[in-house]
C-alpha cells in the first residue's frame, strides 16, 4: 500500500465515521449498535490475524495494554454514541479535535512528556474558546445539545486517556492484534450497557441506515482506518500526520450537510474555525517562533 493511499483512506474514514455513527443509531438502539460494530470488526479482525498469520498475544503485558485501550474504545465510544441523540455528526468531529491537546495535557502528567510551551497554552485556550463561541451562539446547542457537548467531552477525555496509558505500558504488540484484543475485551461491556440502557433485541430495518452504516464502521472504521493510520504513522512525521485532525472537521461538516441535512449555523462555522486556528498553533507554533527569530 502507497503512503498517499493510506493517508487518504484515514482522512476518508475519518471524516465518514461521525454521520456514520449518526446513521447507524437511526433504527437501533445506540448500545446495540456500537455493540454489532464492534462484534463485527472482533470476527473480521481475528479472521485478518489468521489469515496473515499474525500473533495474538495473552501475556501479562499486552492484557494490560489491551485494558488500557479499552478506556478509549469502551468508554469513548460510549459517550460519543450516547451523544448523536443531541449534537449534530459535524460538531461530533469538531470537538474531537480537541483530542490532540488533551493528549498533550495528560501526557505530560503520565509519561513525563515536555511541558507545554507558551504557544501551546495560547493554542488550547484558543481552541476553548472556539468550543465557548459555539455553545454560546447556538441556541439550539445551548437549551437542548449540552448534554452531548458533555459526553462528547468526557469521549475526548477517555479517548485521550487510553492512547497515553498504552503508549506508557509499551507493549510491542502488532496494531491489528492489538485492535483485535481490545475489541474482544470491550465486546461483554458493550453488551453490558445495552441490557442495562435498553435490552431489546433489535429488528434490523434493511431499508434504513442503520445495518449499512453499522458495517462500515465495523469494516472501515473499526479495522481499515486505524490499521492505515498505524501505517502512515510509521512513515511520516507526527505533525503531518496530525494534520488529519484539522481536516476532517471540515469534511465532516460539509457531509452532515450534504447528506444529512444537518444545519450549520454561523456560530459553528466561526467556532470551528477557532478551534482548528488553536490546533495550527499548537502543531506549528515551534516553526513560527523560529522564522520569527530569523527575521529579527
Not at 435498553?198 to 486505524?226: E, K, Q, R
Request: glycine content about 10%.
Amino acid at each position: 500500500m502507497s503512503v498517499p493511499a493510506a493517508y487518504l483512506a484515514v482522512v476518508l474514514v475519518w471524516s465518514t465515521t461521525p454521520l456514520a455513527i449518526v446513521w447507524s443509531s437511526e433504527t437501533v438502539h445506540p448500545m446495540m449498535a456500537a455493540w454489532l460494530r464492534m462484534a463485527i470488526a472482533a470476527l473480521l479482525g481475528w479472521m485478518l490475524v489468521r489469515t496473515l498469520k499474525l500473533e495474538l498475544p495473552w501475556h501479562w503485558k499486552a492484557i494490560r495494554s489491551y485494558g488500557c485501550a479499552v478506556i478509549g474504545i469502551f468508554g469513548g465510544m460510549c459517550c460519543t454514541y450516547l451523544a448523536v441523540g443531541y449534537v449534530s455528526s459535524g460538531l461530533i468531529s469538531v470537538i474531537y479535535g480537541l483530542a490532540p491537546l488533551v493528549s498533550g495535557m495528560l501526557a505530560q502528567q503520565l509519561i513525563g512528556e515536555a511541558r507545554f510551551r507558551p504557544y501551546q497554552w495560547l493554542a488550547f485556550a484558543i481552541a476553548l474558546s472556539g468550543l465557548g463561541s459555539i455553545f454560546a451562539g447556538d441556541l439550539r446547542l445551548a437549551e437542548e445539545g449540552w448534554p452531548g457537548v458533555l459526553l462528547l467531552l468526557a469521549a475526548v477525555f477517555l479517548f485521550s486517556l487510553s492512547g497515553v496509558l498504552v503508549k506508557r505500558v509499551g507493549a510491542d504488540v502488532h496494531p491489528l492484534p492489538h485492535t483485535v484484543g481490545t475489541l474482544l475485551f470491550s465486546l461483554p461491556l458493550f453488551g453490558l450497557s445495552w441490557l442495562v440502557t435498553d435490552g431489546h433485541w433489535p429488528v434490523l430495518d434493511f431499508g434504513s441506515h442503520s445495518p449499512w452504516a453499522i458495517l462500515y464502521l465495523a469494516t472501515f472504521g473499526s479495522l481499515v482506518g486505524f490499521v492505515c493510520y498505524f501505517y502512515v504513522l510509521k512513515r511520516l512525521s507526527a505533525t503531518t500526520v496530525a494534520l488529519v485532525t484539522l481536516i476532517t472537521p471540515v469534511f465532516a461538516l460539509m457531509l452532515g450537510s450534504l447528506l444529512n441535512g444537518e444545519a450549520v449555523s454561523a456560530s459553528l462555522m466561526v467556532g470551528t474555525g477557532i478551534i482548528l486556528s488553536g490546533l495550527s498553533l499548537y502543531f506549528w507554533g515551534d516553526r513560527l517562533q523560529w522564522a520569527r527569530r530569523r527575521l529579527a
